[in-house]
């Protein structure tokens, strides 16, 4: 449904947003954006819509090949971080503005606004003003005046980010529901990872204007392309730690591993692994980290335990009730099969 190739785009001063990019969405897929501040995200978003000219490249929708087209040509809309809703004008006129500006009948785009703020339970309010509406109702607001008009693609820009942290999740269950109904293709933008596992059924991770990782929320966060999507995904960040292939195992912080096979001899590794596949012994393991507990976090259902080594912190997440203490010696044991090694920056095996 998009397709994005060789985009590049250079801002006047020679930031280089988008470098050589390349990207296809299909048709009905909620996908997701995902990287750090300033690696692109809105940008791409932006020339998807329209409203960012590509220093070179192209971009195409459906059969379209829509690169020159303006943004009220291309059949997408967008949904901005902070609504831009109207202010003066109530929600009906809101909603009903994009129907408006394509010289839709008075009755017929009244009726439409009815219809599609039914939908989002917003016909209460259809009288009152932006200023006169919570957060997540203007939300809901700008996601009804984005579905009025029956694009082809919607595009959000952090649409859940101007909500407080309990209207989020329900924004986002909702959202995530809308989009399983209407069925139609979205593109959204979203620096927190815990959202786009969430909500997309693909997620592209980026970086420095490039994409680094596109999979479904399973492969990217089971395995992460890269030590950077390695380190951006999961609400716990995944244990890092360099070592070193000796013969047919690894040397990592003290610990000996089975080496994945195809790794030259000496040759430097990252070793991957997430806080939740990593087991506590009382007992010295060599397969284990040896460290001392520094810090307990509460997580709720589990804690979270800082393992200070020698030169290496690890991070376990440990079952309620089953926290070692303190001060206490233990090792951190990865669960067989979880382990992901990295060679060249490059996934190289799972052990
Ligand atoms: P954030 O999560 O902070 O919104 P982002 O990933 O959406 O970041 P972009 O807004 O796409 O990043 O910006 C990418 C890069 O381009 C940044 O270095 C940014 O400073 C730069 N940039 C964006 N817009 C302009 C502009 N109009 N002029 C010059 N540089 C720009």
């Given at each position: 449904m998009i397709s994005v190739h060789g985009l590049t785009k250079v801002f006047?001063?020679?930031?280089?947003?988008?470098?050589?990019l390349d990207l296809d969405i299909g048709e009905g897929e909620f996908f997701a954006l995902l990287?750090?501040?300033?690696?692109g995200k809105t940008t791409l978003l932006r020339s998807i819509a329209g409203l960012e000219t590509p220093t070179s490249g192209r971009i195409g929708i459906g059969q379209t090949?829509?690169?020159?087209?303006?943004p009220g040509r291309r059949d997408v809309a967008m949904v901005f971080q902070d609504y831009a809703l109207f202010p003066h004008m109530d929600v009906t006129a809101n909603i009903a503005y994009p129907l408006r500006i394509k010289k839709t009948p008075r009755a017929r785009r009244e009726a439409r606004a009815a219809e599609v703020a039914a939908r989002l339970s917003l016909s209460e309010l259809l009288?009152?003003?932006?200023?006169?509406?919570s957060g997540g109702q203007q939300q809901r607001v700008a996601l009804a005046r984005a579905i009025a008009c029956h694009p082809r693609v919607f595009l959000f820009d952090e649409?859940?980010?101007?909500?407080?942290a309990r209207l989020r999740l329900e924004a986002r269950t909702f959202l995530k529901r809308l989009q399983d109904e209407l069925g139609v293709t979205t593109v959204f933008v979203t620096h927190d990872q815990g959202e786009a596992l969430a909500l997309a059924h693909r997620i592209a991770v980026m970086d420095a204007g490039r994409i680094t990782q596109v999979g479904t929320p399973a492969e990217i966060f089971h395995?992460?392309?890269t030590p950077f999507v390695a380190s951006f995904i999961g609400s716990t960040p995944m244990n890092l730690l360099p070592g070193e292939v000796s013969g047919d195992t690894l040397r990592v912080a003290g610990a000996v591993l089975p080496a994945p096979e195809g790794l030259p001899d000496g040759g430097p590794i990252v070793y991957g692994l997430r806080p939740e596949y990593t087991d506590l012994s009382p007992t010295a393991r060599t397969d284990g980290f040896a460290g001392r507990v520094a810090v307990l976090e509460n997580l709720g259902t589990a804690s979270l335990v800082t393992l200070e080594g020698d030169g290496h912190l690890v991070q376990a997440v440990a079952p309620e009730g089953d926290e070692p203490a303190v001060g206490a010696t233990v090792w951190a044991v990865p669960r067989r099969g979880r382990a992901l090694v990295y060679h060249d920056d490059r996934l190289a095996g799972q052990i």
């Open positions: 006047p001063g020679g930031v280089r947003a988008l470098d050589s990287g750090p501040s300033g690696c090949d829509v690169t020159a087209l303006p009288g009152r003003r932006p200023g006169q509406l649409p859940l980010s101007n909500l407080d395995r992460p392309a």
